[in-house]
């Protein structure tokens, strides 16, 4: 009952071993329901939460021309976010990149924003990232 975006929403408060239990288990029996749950369940809008440090490693992993159209679909706050943490002449590129690029189709910023939400997640499969909003094992005191 509530369908996809219920379940991300549980998932999103239990452990990291408990979710990847569930997701792993759904995934055997549809992969495709595991991959919307998953979609559901971090949000590129969710990378403010994660902490300058993580925003770091995440950009050494992406792909300028991927975040250039990415970026291109985001709140103000989320590109000052990532302008913050690059260097000062890197902010600058990135900077006009967007604003020389023109207007991008919304299912292109959607399919590159999936893109780097895939390397967030492997990120955090790995431990080099902290993904918020977690309880249990990933809780901090």
């Known amino acids: 009952m509530g369908g996809v975006r219920h379940a991300a929403d549980i998932l999103n408060f239990v452990g990291a ?13 549809d992969p495709d329901l595991a991959q919307k749950i998953l979609d559901e369940m971090f949000v590129f809008d969710n990378l403010m ?9 995440i950009l050494r992993e992406v792909q300028s ?6 970026l291109k679909g985001a709140q103000e706050e989320m590109r000052e976010k990532i302008f913050r943490n690059m260097s000062q002449r890197a902010a600058e590129m ?8 023109g207007p991008v ?18 990120l955090a499969e790995e431990g080099q990232l902290m993904l918020g909003g ?6 901090f005191v």
């Open 49 to 57: 939460e994660v902490d300058d440090r993580g925003i770091q490693t």
């Open 17 to 29: 071993a408990a979710e990847t239990a569930v997701i792993d288990n759904v995934r055997e029996y």
């Open 105 to 122: 189709r919304l299912s292109e910023v959607e399919a590159e924003q999936k893109e780097i939400l895939k390397v967030v997640r492997r």
């Open 94 to 101: 990135l900077r006009e990149d967007l604003e020389s690029r």
């Open 134 to 139: 977690k309880g249990g094992d990933d809780a």
């Open 65 to 70: 021309d991927s975040l250039v159209v990415a």
